[in-house]
């Protein structure tokens, strides 16, 4: 198994570019999970999806900021536009949707935003 | 979800026991514990998770305190790859878990 597959792996952009990050979940797991990573706040949960439908977004900071997921195998994190205080490394998980079944974890992609 | 205390830091000889202490005196009944680390540069890993009971996998043994409200990650035979950061995470279980909260952990340096 390949495990979480994030795309790209370093992003460097600049303010008021759209950026967009690319997830491809473990196969057979039906929840994906966006955090985002800095070392002021450390890891934060974006939000997270149960079969392709977003649960809980709470965590997404600003309408900047959107995520999709058309199918089981692919999730989008969009920012439009970005700004410098979105600098950080983003990371998508996934697992199976059963009582107790851990997070898997992608390598994250490390955004940079001039 | 109940609060998590962990040591900034630890160190640890190669070849020893590493053991990393959590304090958790508010978990509730039906809480977990979970650990995982993040290998720096790497997403984080999961490692073990308990209830009650003691646990053991292939990576680590996961000791809990009868009352519940304190933890022990023990890795028996640290190695030099075993410098991360690891995280004590109480959540509930259930479909919804995932939701974790992840503290600022405890950074384990092994040396040899």
């Given at each position: 198994?390949?495990?979480?597959?994030?795309?790209?792996?370093?992003?460097?952009?600049?303010?008021?570019?759209?950026?967009?990050?690319?997830?491809?979940?473990?196969?057979?797991?039906?929840?994906?999970?966006?955090?985002?990573?800095?070392?002021?706040?450390?890891?934060?949960?974006?939000?997270?999806?149960?079969?392709?439908?977003?649960?809980?977004?709470?965590?997404?900071?600003?309408?900047?900021?959107?995520?999709?997921?058309?199918?089981?195998?692919?999730?989008?994190?969009?920012?439009?536009?970005?700004?410098?205080?979105?600098?950080?490394?983003?990371?998508?998980?996934?697992?199976?949707?059963?009582?107790?079944?851990?997070?898997?974890?992608?390598?994250?992609?490390?955004?940079?935003?001039? | 979800?109940?609060?998590?205390?962990?040591?900034?830091?630890?160190?640890?000889?190669?070849?020893r026991a590493a053991?990393?202490?959590?304090?958790?005196?508010?978990?509730?009944?039906?809480?977990?514990?979970?650990?995982?680390?993040?290998?720096?540069?790497?997403?984080?890993?999961?490692?073990?998770?308990?209830?009650?009971?003691?646990?053991?996998?292939?990576?680590a043994s996961?000791?809990?305190?009868?009352?519940?409200?304190?933890?022990?990650?023990i890795l028996p035979h640290a190695?030099?790859?075993?410098?991360?950061?690891?995280?004590?995470?109480?959540?509930?279980?259930?479909?919804?878990?995932?939701?974790?909260?992840?503290?600022?952990?405890?950074?384990?340096?092994?040396?040899?």
């Amino acid at each position: 198994d390949a495990g979480v597959i994030q795309s790209p792996r370093h992003e460097v952009t600049e303010m008021g570019q759209e950026v967009t990050l690319r997830c491809k979940p473990i196969s057979g797991h039906n929840s994906l999970f966006w955090y985002r990573q800095t070392m002021m706040r450390g890891l934060e949960l974006l939000i997270y999806f149960n079969n392709n439908v977003p649960i809980d977004d709470s965590g997404m900071p600003e309408d900047r900021f959107s995520a999709k997921m058309p199918n089981a195998s692919f999730s989008t994190l969009k920012i439009q536009p970005s700004e410098p205080r979105d600098s950080a490394v983003y990371f998508c998980a996934s697992r199976e949707q059963v009582n107790n079944s851990p997070l898997h974890f992608g390598n994250g992609t490390r955004l940079t935003v001039t | 979800d109940a609060k998590t205390t962990q040591p900034t830091s630890m160190d640890c000889a190669e070849g020893r026991a590493a053991n990393l202490p959590c304090n958790h005196s508010t978990i509730s009944g039906n809480e977990y514990v979970y650990w995982y680390r993040q290998i720096h540069s790497q997403g984080p890993q999961y490692i073990i998770h308990g209830l009650k009971n003691n646990e053991t996998n292939e990576m680590a043994s996961l000791i809990i305190t009868e009352d519940r409200k304190s933890s022990t990650l023990i890795l028996p035979h640290a190695t030099l790859r075993d410098t991360a950061v690891y995280y004590c995470i109480v959540t509930r279980s259930g479909t919804s878990y995932g939701k974790l909260t992840f503290g600022q952990g405890t950074i384990l340096t092994v040396h040899p």
